[in-house]
Protein backbone atom coordinates (compact mmCIF):
# COMPACT_ATOMS: atom_id res chain seq x y z
CA UNK A 1 0.00 0.00 0.00
CA UNK A 2 1.82 3.43 -0.85
CA UNK A 3 1.47 5.47 2.16
CA UNK A 4 0.54 9.63 1.57
CA UNK A 5 1.29 10.89 5.08
CA UNK A 6 4.69 10.15 7.04
CA UNK A 7 4.62 10.94 10.67
CA UNK A 8 8.14 11.47 10.89
CA UNK A 9 8.23 13.58 7.66
CA UNK A 10 5.42 15.54 9.46
CA UNK A 11 7.36 16.35 12.60
CA UNK A 12 10.25 17.07 10.88
CA UNK A 13 8.21 19.10 8.27
CA UNK A 14 6.60 21.31 11.01
CA UNK A 15 10.21 21.55 13.29
CA UNK A 16 11.70 23.11 10.54
CA UNK A 17 8.50 25.60 9.56
CA UNK A 18 7.87 23.82 6.25
CA UNK A 19 4.43 22.92 5.50
CA UNK A 20 3.15 19.38 5.23
CA UNK A 21 -0.30 17.98 4.83
CA UNK A 22 -2.43 17.73 8.01
CA UNK A 23 -2.44 14.48 9.93
CA UNK A 24 -5.00 12.54 8.90
CA UNK A 25 -8.33 12.68 10.69
CA UNK A 26 -8.82 9.83 12.71
CA UNK A 27 -11.25 8.73 15.03
CA UNK A 28 -9.43 7.16 17.59
CA UNK A 29 -6.31 10.05 17.36
CA UNK A 30 -5.43 13.31 19.02
CA UNK A 31 -2.61 15.29 18.23
CA UNK A 32 -1.28 17.42 21.48
CA UNK A 33 1.31 18.49 19.25
CA UNK A 34 4.13 17.99 16.77
CA UNK A 35 5.10 14.49 17.43
CA UNK A 36 3.18 14.22 20.29
CA UNK A 37 0.51 12.08 19.15
CA UNK A 38 -2.20 9.96 21.59
CA UNK A 39 -4.09 7.01 20.50
CA UNK A 40 -7.45 6.24 22.53
CA UNK A 41 -10.19 3.08 22.18
CA UNK A 42 -13.40 3.85 22.01
CA UNK A 43 -13.76 1.36 25.47
CA UNK A 44 -12.42 -1.34 27.88
CA UNK A 45 -8.53 0.17 28.02
CA UNK A 46 -7.16 -0.29 31.56
CA UNK A 47 -3.68 0.67 30.81
CA UNK A 48 -1.93 4.16 29.80
CA UNK A 49 1.57 3.55 27.89
CA UNK A 50 3.42 6.61 26.83
CA UNK A 51 6.19 5.35 24.38
CA UNK A 52 8.52 8.39 24.06
CA UNK A 53 11.68 8.25 21.46
CA UNK A 54 14.02 11.25 20.69
CA UNK A 55 14.79 12.91 24.18
CA UNK A 56 17.93 12.13 21.40
CA UNK A 57 17.29 13.16 17.80
CA UNK A 58 20.12 11.38 16.90
CA UNK A 59 19.11 8.01 18.19
CA UNK A 60 17.03 6.68 15.36
CA UNK A 61 16.31 3.28 16.08
CA UNK A 62 13.54 3.92 18.87
CA UNK A 63 12.30 6.73 16.29
CA UNK A 64 11.89 3.87 13.54
CA UNK A 65 10.22 1.64 15.93
CA UNK A 66 7.70 4.64 17.00
CA UNK A 67 7.10 5.79 13.48
CA UNK A 68 6.41 2.09 12.24
CA UNK A 69 3.80 1.67 15.09
CA UNK A 70 2.34 4.84 14.57
CA UNK A 71 1.79 3.67 10.77
CA UNK A 72 0.40 0.57 11.67
CA UNK A 73 -2.21 2.14 13.29
CA UNK A 74 -3.22 4.53 10.38
CA UNK A 75 -3.26 1.43 8.06
CA UNK A 76 -5.12 -0.24 10.35
CA UNK A 77 -2.80 -3.61 10.91
CA UNK A 78 -2.25 -2.31 14.24
CA UNK A 79 -5.55 -2.42 16.45
CA UNK A 80 -4.83 -0.35 19.68
CA UNK A 81 -6.83 -1.80 22.76
CA UNK A 82 -5.14 -0.01 25.53
CA UNK A 83 -4.64 4.30 25.36
CA UNK A 84 -1.23 5.28 24.31
CA UNK A 85 0.91 8.23 23.66
CA UNK A 86 3.50 7.97 21.25
CA UNK A 87 6.33 11.07 22.13
CA UNK A 88 8.37 12.30 19.40
CA UNK A 89 10.13 14.54 22.36
CA UNK A 90 12.29 16.46 20.18
CA UNK A 91 11.97 17.32 16.60
CA UNK A 92 14.21 19.91 16.38
CA UNK A 93 17.48 17.67 17.56
CA UNK A 94 16.38 15.36 14.81
CA UNK A 95 16.27 17.70 12.19
CA UNK A 96 19.75 19.01 13.26
CA UNK A 97 20.92 15.23 13.28
CA UNK A 98 22.50 15.90 16.98
CA UNK A 99 21.84 14.27 20.43
CA UNK A 100 20.18 17.64 21.34
CA UNK A 101 20.53 21.46 20.00
CA UNK A 102 21.71 23.33 22.77
CA UNK A 103 20.99 21.57 26.20
CA UNK A 104 20.62 17.78 27.32
CA UNK A 105 16.69 17.26 27.26
CA UNK A 106 17.05 14.19 29.52
CA UNK A 107 18.42 16.62 32.33
CA UNK A 108 15.48 18.97 32.02
CA UNK A 109 12.66 17.24 33.49
CA UNK A 110 11.01 17.19 37.01
CA UNK A 111 11.49 21.11 37.06
CA UNK A 112 14.32 21.23 35.52
CA UNK A 113 13.38 23.18 32.57
CA UNK A 114 12.89 26.44 34.81
CA UNK A 115 17.10 27.20 35.24
CA UNK A 116 17.14 28.06 31.53
CA UNK A 117 15.19 29.58 28.29
CA UNK A 118 16.25 27.35 25.51
CA UNK A 119 14.43 25.40 23.14
CA UNK A 120 15.00 22.04 25.20
CA UNK A 121 13.79 23.79 28.00
CA UNK A 122 10.86 25.19 27.16
CA UNK A 123 9.68 21.99 25.61
CA UNK A 124 10.71 19.94 28.47
CA UNK A 125 8.13 21.74 30.11
CA UNK A 126 5.17 21.26 27.48
CA UNK A 127 6.21 17.46 27.33
CA UNK A 128 5.63 17.39 31.60
CA UNK A 129 1.80 18.62 30.99
CA UNK A 130 1.06 16.38 27.88
CA UNK A 131 2.49 13.21 30.05
CA UNK A 132 -0.18 14.84 32.87
CA UNK A 133 -2.88 15.33 30.39
CA UNK A 134 -2.96 12.02 29.12
CA UNK A 135 -2.81 9.95 32.66
CA UNK A 136 -4.90 12.52 34.33
CA UNK A 137 -7.85 12.55 31.50
CA UNK A 138 -7.93 8.48 31.39
CA UNK A 139 -11.53 7.40 32.46
CA UNK A 140 -12.49 6.48 35.62
CA UNK A 141 -11.60 2.75 37.39
CA UNK A 142 -8.40 0.66 37.99
CA UNK A 143 -6.19 1.44 35.67
CA UNK A 144 -2.12 1.10 35.67
CA UNK A 145 0.05 3.62 33.76
CA UNK A 146 3.01 2.80 31.90
CA UNK A 147 6.20 5.09 30.49
CA UNK A 148 9.23 3.46 28.33
CA UNK A 149 11.73 5.91 26.99
CA UNK A 150 13.19 4.51 24.24
CA UNK A 151 16.90 5.61 23.36
CA UNK A 152 20.18 4.18 21.87
CA UNK A 153 23.41 4.76 23.82
CA UNK A 154 26.78 6.71 21.88
CA UNK A 155 29.04 3.80 22.46
CA UNK A 156 29.05 -0.16 22.12
CA UNK A 157 28.12 -2.00 25.73
CA UNK A 158 29.00 -5.25 27.27
CA UNK A 159 25.38 -5.79 27.62
CA UNK A 160 23.58 -4.90 24.12
CA UNK A 161 20.42 -4.01 25.78
CA UNK A 162 19.52 -2.21 29.63
CA UNK A 163 17.10 0.01 31.23
CA UNK A 164 17.56 2.15 34.22
CA UNK A 165 15.20 1.60 37.03
CA UNK A 166 14.14 5.30 38.13
CA UNK A 167 14.65 5.70 42.37
CA UNK A 168 11.83 4.28 44.01
CA UNK A 169 11.56 6.38 46.81
CA UNK A 170 11.89 2.78 49.20
CA UNK A 171 9.13 1.14 47.05
CA UNK A 172 9.82 -2.35 45.87
CA UNK A 173 10.74 -2.93 42.40
CA UNK A 174 8.55 -4.79 39.88
CA UNK A 175 8.83 -8.80 38.90
CA UNK A 176 6.28 -8.12 35.83
CA UNK A 177 8.65 -4.74 34.93
CA UNK A 178 11.42 -6.61 34.83
CA UNK A 179 9.92 -9.71 33.33
CA UNK A 180 8.58 -7.50 30.21
CA UNK A 181 12.11 -6.08 29.94
CA UNK A 182 13.57 -9.24 29.99
CA UNK A 183 11.04 -10.63 27.21
CA UNK A 184 11.75 -7.02 25.45
CA UNK A 185 15.33 -8.55 25.12
CA UNK A 186 16.35 -6.07 27.92
CA UNK A 187 17.30 -8.04 30.95
CA UNK A 188 20.48 -5.70 32.24
CA UNK A 189 18.46 -3.35 34.64
CA UNK A 190 20.58 -0.29 36.16
CA UNK A 191 19.46 0.77 39.43
CA UNK A 192 18.92 4.24 40.34
CA UNK A 193 19.66 5.09 43.78
CA UNK A 194 18.50 9.03 43.90
CA UNK A 195 16.25 11.34 42.16
CA UNK A 196 17.52 12.43 38.56
CA UNK A 197 15.98 15.06 36.00
CA UNK A 198 15.58 12.50 33.40
CA UNK A 199 11.97 11.80 31.90
CA UNK A 200 10.99 8.37 32.87
CA UNK A 201 11.64 9.63 36.73
CA UNK A 202 9.27 12.61 35.97
CA UNK A 203 6.52 10.10 35.20
CA UNK A 204 7.56 7.24 37.99
CA UNK A 205 7.83 9.68 40.54
CA UNK A 206 4.66 12.48 39.83
CA UNK A 207 2.20 10.00 38.84
CA UNK A 208 3.02 6.35 39.44
CA UNK A 209 4.29 5.23 36.38
CA UNK A 210 6.27 2.05 35.99
CA UNK A 211 8.85 3.93 33.94
CA UNK A 212 11.85 3.34 32.23
CA UNK A 213 15.04 4.66 30.05
CA UNK A 214 15.52 1.80 27.79
CA UNK A 215 18.32 1.74 26.04
CA UNK A 216 18.43 -0.75 23.03
CA UNK A 217 21.51 -0.32 21.09
CA UNK A 218 23.80 1.74 19.48
CA UNK A 219 23.10 5.16 17.63
CA UNK A 220 23.11 4.72 13.86
CA UNK A 221 22.04 6.73 11.38
CA UNK A 222 18.16 6.74 9.75
CA UNK A 223 18.21 4.04 7.24
CA UNK A 224 21.21 2.19 9.02
CA UNK A 225 19.37 0.21 11.65
CA UNK A 226 19.50 -3.53 11.56
CA UNK A 227 15.66 -3.60 12.52
CA UNK A 228 15.99 -7.66 13.42
CA UNK A 229 17.81 -6.46 16.92
CA UNK A 230 14.80 -4.63 17.94
CA UNK A 231 12.34 -7.11 16.79
CA UNK A 232 11.26 -8.53 20.19
CA UNK A 233 10.99 -4.88 21.83
CA UNK A 234 8.73 -3.77 19.46
CA UNK A 235 7.04 -6.91 19.63
CA UNK A 236 6.14 -6.75 23.02
CA UNK A 237 5.44 -3.01 23.52
CA UNK A 238 2.87 -3.92 20.46
CA UNK A 239 1.47 -6.45 22.37
CA UNK A 240 1.23 -4.23 25.27
CA UNK A 241 -0.91 -1.73 23.78
CA UNK A 242 -3.09 -4.16 21.09
CA UNK A 243 -4.26 -7.00 24.02
CA UNK A 244 -6.56 -6.96 26.96
CA UNK A 245 -4.59 -9.03 28.87
CA UNK A 246 -1.04 -9.03 28.54
CA UNK A 247 0.89 -12.88 28.68
CA UNK A 248 3.87 -13.18 30.93
CA UNK A 249 6.52 -15.82 31.45
CA UNK A 250 6.46 -16.35 35.01
CA UNK A 251 9.62 -14.42 36.72
CA UNK A 252 12.88 -16.35 36.57
CA UNK A 253 15.57 -14.63 38.74
CA UNK A 254 18.64 -16.44 36.69
CA UNK A 255 17.17 -13.94 33.63
CA UNK A 256 18.12 -10.77 34.61
CA UNK A 257 21.23 -8.72 35.21
CA UNK A 258 20.98 -5.73 38.04
CA UNK A 259 23.52 -3.23 38.25
CA UNK A 260 23.63 -0.87 41.33
CA UNK A 261 25.35 3.07 40.89
CA UNK A 262 28.77 2.72 42.98
CA UNK A 263 30.13 6.29 41.97
CA UNK A 264 28.64 9.48 39.44
CA UNK A 265 32.00 11.51 38.79
CA UNK A 266 30.93 14.64 37.68
CA UNK A 267 33.21 17.50 35.77
CA UNK A 268 34.02 19.91 38.05
CA UNK A 269 36.73 21.13 35.87
CA UNK A 270 38.18 23.11 32.66
CA UNK A 271 40.94 20.33 32.37
CA UNK A 272 38.73 17.03 32.68
CA UNK A 273 39.81 13.73 31.16
CA UNK A 274 39.12 10.45 30.98
CA UNK A 275 41.92 7.69 31.60
CA UNK A 276 40.91 5.14 29.00
CA UNK A 277 39.89 5.16 25.12
CA UNK A 278 36.51 6.71 23.36
CA UNK A 279 35.66 3.23 22.10
CA UNK A 280 35.22 1.64 25.66
CA UNK A 281 31.93 -0.18 25.81
CA UNK A 282 29.07 0.21 28.75
CA UNK A 283 29.35 -1.97 31.22
CA UNK A 284 33.12 -2.87 30.59
CA UNK A 285 35.06 -3.96 34.28
CA UNK A 286 38.12 -2.42 35.33
CA UNK A 287 40.52 -3.46 37.82
CA UNK A 288 40.63 -2.32 41.90
CA UNK A 289 43.11 0.68 41.89
CA UNK A 290 43.05 1.39 38.32
CA UNK A 291 42.73 5.41 37.53
CA UNK A 292 39.55 6.49 35.60
CA UNK A 293 39.34 10.29 35.38
CA UNK A 294 41.38 13.10 35.82
CA UNK A 295 39.17 16.48 36.90
CA UNK A 296 41.92 19.18 37.87
CA UNK A 297 43.76 17.68 40.29
CA UNK A 298 41.56 15.60 41.51
CA UNK A 299 42.23 11.68 40.58
CA UNK A 300 39.39 8.94 40.48
CA UNK A 301 40.38 5.38 41.18
CA UNK A 302 38.48 2.42 40.69
CA UNK A 303 37.71 1.40 45.03
CA UNK A 304 35.71 -1.65 44.60
CA UNK A 305 36.29 -5.13 42.83
CA UNK A 306 34.35 -5.41 39.40
CA UNK A 307 33.64 -2.03 39.10
CA UNK A 308 32.38 -0.98 35.83
CA UNK A 309 31.87 1.88 33.93
CA UNK A 310 28.86 3.46 32.17
CA UNK A 311 27.62 6.54 30.10
CA UNK A 312 31.38 8.31 30.14
CA UNK A 313 31.73 11.56 27.86
CA UNK A 314 34.41 13.63 28.96
CA UNK A 315 32.92 16.60 27.01
CA UNK A 316 29.58 17.33 28.79
CA UNK A 317 29.44 21.02 30.74
CA UNK A 318 31.14 21.39 33.44
CA UNK A 319 28.77 20.73 36.51
CA UNK A 320 27.58 17.50 34.59
CA UNK A 321 28.02 13.97 35.31
CA UNK A 322 31.37 12.54 33.10
CA UNK A 323 31.10 8.80 34.60
CA UNK A 324 29.07 6.39 36.16
CA UNK A 325 30.76 3.55 37.93
CA UNK A 326 28.35 0.40 38.79
CA UNK A 327 28.32 -2.79 40.78
CA UNK A 328 26.51 -6.13 40.17
CA UNK A 329 24.02 -6.84 42.70
CA UNK A 330 22.21 -9.90 43.49
CA UNK A 331 18.76 -10.30 42.38
CA UNK A 332 18.28 -11.98 45.46
CA UNK A 333 19.28 -9.05 47.39
CA UNK A 334 16.24 -7.11 45.64
CA UNK A 335 13.43 -6.13 47.23
CA UNK A 336 10.58 -6.97 45.04
CA UNK A 337 6.99 -7.14 44.97
ZN1 LIG B 1 19.60 8.84 24.67
Known sequence: MSRTFDVLEWTIAAARGDSYPDFPEHPQITVYDTGVIAIEPEQGSSKDVILSCAVHGDETAPIELVRDMIHAVLDGTLEIRQRVLFMIANPWSIVAGKRFVEVNMNRLFSGAHATGDTLEHQHAAKLERYVERFYTSAPAGQRQRYHYDLHTAIRDSAYEKFAVYPFRHGQPYKREQLTFLAECGVSTILLNQAPTTTFSYFSSHQFGADA??????????????????FAAADHMFRQLISTETLELPEFDVSRHHIFDVCRTIDRTQTEFRLNFPDDVANFTPFSQGELLAVDGTTEYHVEQAQERIIFPNANVAIGQRALLTVTELPVAELDLV
Open 212 to 229: FTVELGKVRPFGQNDMSR
